[in-house]
C-alpha cells in the first residue's frame, strides 16, 4: 500500500544542543555521567530513487554504519539501544535491516515479537520517534542523540532502557541520500 498522510511524521518546531568537549574537560565541568563518542560514520547515495536498485534498503545507511562501526571497534550485538529516523511508518524495518541489525525481511517480525520494544532485546526509538515526537527537521539529529546520552545516563524515567551502555543513532535526509551513524558509549 502506498504511504498516506497518518503513515507520515508531523514537521514540528524544534532545537536541541549538545557540548562536545575532550573527555577530561567534560569530566571537570560536567554535572552528569559524560558520554563518549565511540564512532561516528557518514555516507551518501544517489538522490534519483529510479537509480536504486531497492526502495527498502538505504545503502547510505549501510555504509555509513560500516564505518560507524569501524572506528568504535564492536559488533552490532554490543549495541544496547537504537534511536533511528522513523519519518515513515516503514522506515524503522528498512533502516533496521539497513544498519545490519536484521537480515532482510526480518525486521518486521522482530518488532511484532517485541525485541524492539522497551524491555525488548534492543529497544528501537525509545523517545517514541518521528511519528510520536514530530520532526523538527534541523534539530532531529541532535535530538536523537539526546535521547541515548539520557539512557545512557540512567535518566530517561519510565523510558529507560535497563543496563544500557552503549547506543546507535541513525539519522538520514533526502529519501536516505544521506546518512549519518553515531555509536556513543557510556563512561
Known amino acids: 500500500d502506498p504511504l498516506r498522510l497518518l503513515d507520515c511524521s508531523p514537521m514540528t518546531d524544534g532545537a536541541a544542543a549538545v557540548i562536545l568537549c575532550p573527555l577530561e574537560m567534560a569530566e571537570k565541568i560536567s554535572k552528569n555521567r559524560p558520554v563518549k563518542v565511540l564512532g561516528s560514520g557518514h555516507a551518501t547515495d544517489s538522490m534519483a530513487l529510479h537509480q536504486r536498485k531497492d526502495f527498502t534498503f538505504f545503502a547510505s545507511t549501510a555504509k555509513a554504519a560500516e564505518k560507524a562501526f569501524q572506528m568504535a571497534g564492536i559488533s552490532r550485538d554490543q549495541v544496547d539501544l537504537i534511536e533511528l529516523h522513523d519519518c515513515f511508518t516503514i522506515a524503522e524495518i528498512c533502516v533496521l535491516e539497513s544498519l545490519g541489525f536484521f537480515e532482510r525481511g526480518k525486521a518486521k517480525s522482530a518488532a511484532l515479537e517485541g525485541i524492539t520494544k522497551i524491555g525488548g532485546k534492543l529497544p528501537v526509538n525509545t523517545s517514541g520517534g518521528l511519528k510520536s515526537k514530530g520532526h523538527p527537521v534541523g534539530a532531529t539529529g541532535i535530538a536523537q542523540v539526546i535521547e541515548v546520552v539520557e539512557q545512557l545516563r540512567g535518566n530517561a524515567g519510565e523510558r529507560q532502557v535497563e543496563g544500557a551502555k552503549i547506543g546507535l543513532t541513525q ?15 557510556a563512561c
Open 171 to 185: 539519522n538520514m535526509g533526502g529519501t536516505a541520500g544521506s546518512s549519518v551513524v553515531h555509536i556513543l558509549e
